[in-house]
């Protein structure tokens, strides 16, 4: 009987380590569960900072080459132009582009 007696809290000590370390698998994975979770992002705002003024303009020259990059194929401009202006009731930007190229054939290509 003396046997059985010292059998029983070793079975009682080892019931009880692998529950502690079942216990701590979980809270681990549930720890890293969580700080895997993508952050949620604050709602976008609808006020928009732009850095713009109005009547801005930006002027571009455009020079194209061919294809061993030597020869000037043609050139021409974009101009882009920013209004301030208001559209169905709000406040807006308007971006505008005019870009003029002239191909060295003597082509000129306009568009708005």
């Known amino acids: 009987m003396a046997e059985t007696n010292s059998k029983k809290p070793k079975t009682h000590k080892i019931i009880v380590g692998?529950?502690?370390?079942?216990?701590i698998l979980v809270v681990t994975s549930a720890g890293i569960y969580y700080?895997?979770?993508p952050k949620s992002q604050p709602e976008a705002s609808i006020d928009v900072v732009t850095n713009f003024?109005?009547?801005?303009w930006l002027?571009?020259?455009i020079v194209s080459y061919d294809d061993t990059g030597t020869t000037i194929e043609?050139?021409?401009y974009v101009n882009s132009l920013v209004?301030?202006?208001t559209y169905d009731g709000k406040?807006?930007?308007i971006f505008s582009d005019n870009f003029t190229f002239t191909y060295t054939n003597g082509t000129v290509r306009?568009?708005?």
């Open 59 to 61: 002027k571009t020259k």
């Open 53 to 56: 003024n109005d009547d801005a």
């Open 35 to 37: 700080l895997s979770q």
């Open 18 to 23: 692998i529950f502690c370390v079942a216990l």
């Open 83 to 85: 209004k301030s202006r």
């Open 110 to 112: 306009d568009d708005f």
């Open 91 to 93: 406040a807006c930007w």
């Open 74 to 76: 043609g050139e021409g």
